[in-house]
């Protein structure tokens, strides 16, 4: 018996987006990566394109972290007290297809570092790796507004991916990204209207910019919302493939930040015996976690456990295989 | 289901006598399409109506049960692709792989001491699955008996060979296992087998196409207890043949794909293995066979199943009020929430473990988290202060301190000034508490 496969007709795809710059457009990076473009949800090959893989970047920050679980120490403790060195690490011995530096020394209650400290952070992860760069802020939108000027104009010609922006607080980045032409993360909380509305809003800054965004349609981990994530994430690609133009765009998620602030990753064996070894449960947190916002349409990833990481790769490559009938 | 009133309208005697209490046919067809009325109110329906509407009602996906007792699997019975258009209803089962070559018993015994608990509930794998690798009935039939000895949990049989199978079922079959699997070359033997124990049966086709051919073909020998199972093992396939299961049985009624499906992992990594595992679970398995079986492997996927199959239209809360955590006296501190479920128990769990005897007031936030209720003006001055007020606290306790969650630093000038408590900022996380409560309240 034929079985008569179904499969959706779509009006439209997600918008491609290309990061990073290689010497001929003006940037110094080694490759670029392009994401976006599918014209089928998730990994149904058979229904439409899916022509570029999500891809994993692993997290830097402009300072060594003092809240990371130790078991952190034995990957990164020899590197993360320079930004280069952690990012080249990253990219060479674990894999990473592109690194996120965080801007966290920057944050006022920290170590307040100044836009020329985070320019110099940023300069050294370009110069160590030739793959493509993201850059955020510290999270605290007076200072972030300080440094995203800076930042974009050192790294001018490079095609960084730079953020946040959000609602109430997106010109500032946006200025940055469009004077030097980078990409911006448009950033929502799990809310698809505000979603619309903050893209809707970059474009009219400038028409340029409706094509150079990714959305971060705000993520939970594993056990602390996920779920809402997981389904607003379905609906904005459903919304792309059904032809909503401001819902179009790739989407990235922060999976390691969040899920190395549960209880679940950082709680010793000791104290949840009933929840087994840490490391490994931590590590599959964080898998499991990157494995479900796969499924729901993710086109970037952060992560911090070089295993999660490798995991993840390896899954996606499964994924990967063409699944036509 | 999904039939409308217009729809229904059509099979009806149309005589509007009034007969089912209804004042017309079309009212009366209306009430059954919302679910108001039961057909069988209506005396003068023909049988072929009866059973046109029938099958036209029956659910997408049956549901089918695997196991007895407490220990009962069911599974099926879904009608969403997307768990946001409704929800998602049976919960896949995670079923453990046993090989009867390994060491049984050992294997059988941690399977029953996988048990979580995790934010106020417990965590069970709920299936059993042991495998004829040695090619030998009798020793299979052994590895299922030393098991079925072990645990009650439902159990999946596995072996293609009917003799093998037949073995088995001797010893487990008023167990209602799951027989795994009728093939295009031993379905007849296979289903008679199921049929005559009264198992569910797995069919198992080479492909989509094979499977729905098989699937025809069992029921026409009388079984309707079934399990899918396209025969694809590669990630990506399986994923495919599983999308397709589930949208061709509620998009197109397409009958040969009215059941639920299973899955089976590949990797030997077991880390790898619950990756893939948690990718068919997302999509549309109802059963996964896995060999993982360490606790930090399965709590990951368990959590990650509790969280996909919970109804997104209404956020789990637990009642707002004063919680007592130990037996508190009027000296004992006192922390705040919310009544989000997650949240609460999360508070809840480390109140308990810092084992100093509490209160928690859990302030009404409509059952959303900490932040979610501060962006939304529930968790404010006022709203706090008024549960304050309101659930006997000062009459409880002789100081007037109260704990904030971290991440509502910010609250604290304002509610001391509304409230004329004093407010002592908590850490940010919950994880905190313990230490924070041993520092500043032992
Ligand atoms: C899921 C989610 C939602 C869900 C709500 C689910 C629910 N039932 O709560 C939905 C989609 C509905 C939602 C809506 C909104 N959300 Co929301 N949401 C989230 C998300 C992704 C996770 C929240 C969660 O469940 N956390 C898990 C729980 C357990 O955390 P928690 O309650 O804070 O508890 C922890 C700690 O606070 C601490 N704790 C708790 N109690 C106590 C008590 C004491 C004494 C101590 C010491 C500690 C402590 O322990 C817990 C574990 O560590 C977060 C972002 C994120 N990744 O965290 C955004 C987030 C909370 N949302 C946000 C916003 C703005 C909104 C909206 C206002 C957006 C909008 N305009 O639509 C709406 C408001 C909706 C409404 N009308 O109520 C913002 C809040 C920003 C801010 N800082 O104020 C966040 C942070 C996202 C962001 N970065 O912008 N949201
Ligand atoms: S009893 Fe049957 S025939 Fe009579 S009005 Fe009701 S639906 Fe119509």
Redesign the interface.
Known sequence: ??????KEKYRSKVGEVTLGATKDDGGTRSHTITVGGESALP????EGEVPNRPVVALEVWDMAPEDWDPLFEKFYGDVWDDPGKWAKKCVDEYGADLIQIRLKGADPDLKDASPEDCVEAVKKVLEAVGVPVIVVGCGKSEKDAKIYGPVAEAAAGENLLLGVAELEDYKAVTSACMANSHLVIAQS?IDINICKQLNILIAEMSTAMANRIIIDPTIAA???????S??IM??AR?GALQGDKMLAMPMIGNVGLEVW?T??A??PEDEEP?????E??G???E??TA??Y??SGINIMVLRHP?ALK??K??ID??????S? | MGLTGLEIYKHLPKTNCKDCGSPTCLAFAMALASGKASLDACPHVTDEAKEALDSASAPPIKLVKVGTGDHVVELGEETEIFRHDKRFFHPTGVAVLISDTEDVAAKAEAFEGLEFHRVGMDFVTDMVAVQCDSGDAAKFKEAVETVAGKTEKAMVLITEDPAAMEAALEVVADRKPLVCAATADNFEKMTELAKGKECPLVVRGKDINETAELVGKVEGLGHKDLVLDSGARETSKVLADLTQFRRLAVKKKFRPFGYPAIAFTTKEDPREEVVQAGVYMSKYADVVVLKACEKQQLLPLLSWRLNLYTDPQKPIAVEAKLYDVGEPTDDSPVYLTTNFSLTYFIVEGEVESSRIPSRILSVDTGGVSVLTAYADNKFSAETITEAIKGCGLEDKVKHRKVVIPGHVAVLKGALEEESGWEVIVGPREASGITKFAKDNFA
């Open positions: 018996m034929a079985v008569e496969i179904l990994f149904l090959h058979f909380p594993l056990g602390y919302g996920i779920e809402y997981y389904s379905e609906r459903n602030r209880k679940e950082n709680t009933g929840w087994g070894e840490q490994e449960r590590m599959l947190w898998a499991t494995m479900a796969l499924q295993d995991i993840i390896g899954n499964d994924l990967m295989q063409d699944n009938y």
